[in-house]
T-cell receptor, first 114, second 115 residues
Framework: QKEVEQNSGPLSVPEGAIASLNCTYS??????FFWYRQYSGKSPELIMS????GDKEDGRFTAQLNKASQYVSLLIRDSQPSDSATYLC??????????????FGQGTILTVHP | GAVVSQHPSWVICKSGTSVKIECRSL??????MFWYRQFPKQSLMLMAT?????????EQGVEKDKFLINHASLTLSTLTVTSAHPEDSSFYIC???????????FGPGTRLTVT
């Protein structure tokens, strides 16, 4: 059973702070890793993708991947109230009938308070 | 990012009727489309994977005769919920991937309520 686990929330941070979201996955064959943001009642929106070890930065977002530890994280700098949402970690497993499929974590609810 | 549309955005139907949901990729060709279901306060659960011109692959526990998927073109996939029951009420979301299936772009979702 391929699993994706996210740190349990909810996570509450003050405006302007750094929000740190974590995710671990069980299958070492995994190749692609994604962070989606989902506002209440809406569908997920892709905000970051990462494929190789290290950091990837895009504006206020930084994704970090450590394949040896099977760990991927998302940092949100200068958090804004508009960042309040559920963040979903997704892993793409390679090979066989799993090719192209995403497995999602349970999501972490982030609240940024003014 | 790529744009995926869904229609309708919400639908209410009576128990026993069938409902069709359309998913379209607007600015790319989706060789693969995925259908998800999301219940309140839960994460997305993959229902099936459809490839253009071939039969869909259903996840374990998903009834293929109840959830009919058709992917007749590179820009359109449809999900038909047949003989809907109240327990089928959920948020149905499709996603599309282009030649690189690694990135999936989600449609806005369809909220189905079966009365």
């Amino acid at each position: 059973q391929k699993e994706v686990e996210q740190n349990s929330g909810p996570l509450s941070v003050p405006e302007g702070a750094i929000a740190s979201l974590n995710c671990t996955y069980s299958d070492r064959v995994s190749q692609s890793f994604f962070w989606y943001r989902q506002y209440s009642g809406k569908s997920p929106e892709l905000i970051m993708s990462i494929y190789s070890n290290g950091d990837k930065e895009d504006g206020r977002f930084t994704a970090q991947l450590n394949k040896a530890s099977q760990y991927v994280s998302l940092l949100i700098r200068d958090s804004q109230p508009s960042d309040s949402a559920t963040y979903l970690c997704a892993v793409n497993y390679a090979g066989g009938t799993s090719y192209g499929k995403l497995t999602f974590g349970q999501g972490t609810i982030l609240t940024v308070h003014p | 990012g790529a744009v995926v549309s869904q229609h309708p955005s919400w639908v209410i139907c009576k128990s026993g009727t069938s409902v069709k949901i359309e998913c379209r990729s607007l600015d790319f060709q989706a060789t693969t489309m995925f259908w998800y279901r999301q219940f309140p306060k839960q994460s997305l659960m993959l229902m099936a994977t459809s490839n253009e011109g071939s039969k869909a692959t259903y996840e374990q526990g998903v009834e293929k005769d109840k959830f009919l998927i058709n992917h007749a073109s590179l820009t359109l996939s449809t999900l038909t919920v047949t003989s809907a029951h109240p327990e089928d009420s959920s948020f149905y979301i499709c996603s599309g991937g282009d030649s690189s299936p690694h990135e999936q772009y989600f449609g806005p979702g369809t909220r189905l309520t079966v009365t």
